[in-house]
């Protein structure tokens, strides 16, 4: 029987959109913490940060009360006739809340590292913070944007205790590339898995070397338009 790599697919698919949320909640997040100056700064960075240290199944429980049958989301979804628990939705689900820690982390760190007085000036010539925000504060961060969404797309397809909790393994449907490696190891399938590991170690090679390149290509068009 040959390869069924639908889990290669279903992997890829979820890590992407996943990736799309997480580089948008990103942002925002990062935007706002940065700029907050008020006593609950620290608590605040901690809640978004949370997902980066507390073990994948303590997430993967978390969530699985919270879309449950009697969590308040898993409610409202059943009022209108949806559920998310064991479906391919909740792996992209699982996917995002555990990636976006890097996302926020790595783009605020970026957002702080910005001088401040190319914003100011830029308020003295009236310029709108909208146009502040999307004409220099990202492409000055650019390179930390960058890295935040390869680490997070890269975090989002390795996931493996949170999207077994609430997505569980079912074959075509949620079981993704992780899960599909501890089942094909755990029923003495190791040439199965060893193919699994060999594919996913291709694909996040290939994406963060592709970030290296891309990374460096940014900062060289940044420092020759400073020469300019």
């Given at each position: 029987m040959g390869m069924d790599y639908t889990p290669l697919l279903i992997s890829l698919r979820a890590a992407i959109i996943?990736?799309?949320v997480t580089f948008f909640l990103g942002i925002a997040a990062a935007c706002f913490v940065s700029g907050y100056r008020g006593k609950f700064k620290g608590l605040i960075d901690g809640v978004?940060?949370?997902?980066?240290?507390?073990?994948?199944t303590v997430i993967?429980?978390?969530?699985?009360?919270?879309?449950g049958k009697n969590g308040p989301l898993g409610k409202l979804l059943?009022?209108?006739?949806?559920?998310?628990?064991f479906s391919w939705p909740a792996t992209v689900i699982a996917a995002s809340v555990v990636a976006f820690p890097l996302m926020y982390r790595t783009v605020r760190s970026a957002f702080e590292q910005i001088d401040q007085n190319i914003i100011n000036a830029a308020r003295t010539l009236g310029v709108s913070e909208w146009k502040i925000f999307w004409r220099i504060t990202i492409p000055l961060a650019w390179p930390?944007?960058?890295?935040?969404t390869v680490l997070a797309f890269a975090r989002a397809l390795g996931d493996f205790g949170a999207t077994l909790m609430i997505g569980?393994?079912?074959?075509?449907?949620?079981?993704?590339?992780?899960?599909?490696?501890?089942?094909?190891a755990e029923s003495g399938e190791m040439r199965k898995a060893l193919i699994w590991v060999i594919l996913i170690f291709i694909v996040s090679l290939i994406v963060m070397t592709l970030m290296?390149?891309?990374?460096?290509?940014?900062?060289?068009m940044i420092a020759t338009a400073g020469r300019k």
């Amino acid at each position: 029987m040959g390869m069924d790599y639908t889990p290669l697919l279903i992997s890829l698919r979820a890590a992407i959109i996943a990736t799309i949320v997480t580089f948008f909640l990103g942002i925002a997040a990062a935007c706002f913490v940065s700029g907050y100056r008020g006593k609950f700064k620290g608590l605040i960075d901690g809640v978004l940060t949370l997902p980066l240290v507390l073990p994948p199944t303590v997430i993967g429980f978390l969530l699985l009360i919270l879309f449950g049958k009697n969590g308040p989301l898993g409610k409202l979804l059943m009022s209108i006739g949806k559920t998310v628990i064991f479906s391919w939705p909740a792996t992209v689900i699982a996917a995002s809340v555990v990636a976006f820690p890097l996302m926020y982390r790595t783009v605020r760190s970026a957002f702080e590292q910005i001088d401040q007085n190319i914003i100011n000036a830029a308020r003295t010539l009236g310029v709108s913070e909208w146009k502040i925000f999307w004409r220099i504060t990202i492409p000055l961060a650019w390179p930390g944007v960058a890295a935040g969404t390869v680490l997070a797309f890269a975090r989002a397809l390795g996931d493996f205790g949170a999207t077994l909790m609430i997505g569980g393994n079912i074959p075509g449907k949620t079981l993704t590339i992780p899960a599909a490696i501890f089942f094909a190891a755990e029923s003495g399938e190791m040439r199965k898995a060893l193919i699994w590991v060999i594919l996913i170690f291709i694909v996040s090679l290939i994406v963060m070397t592709l970030m290296n390149y891309w990374t460096d290509y940014q900062r060289k068009m940044i420092a020759t338009a400073g020469r300019k």
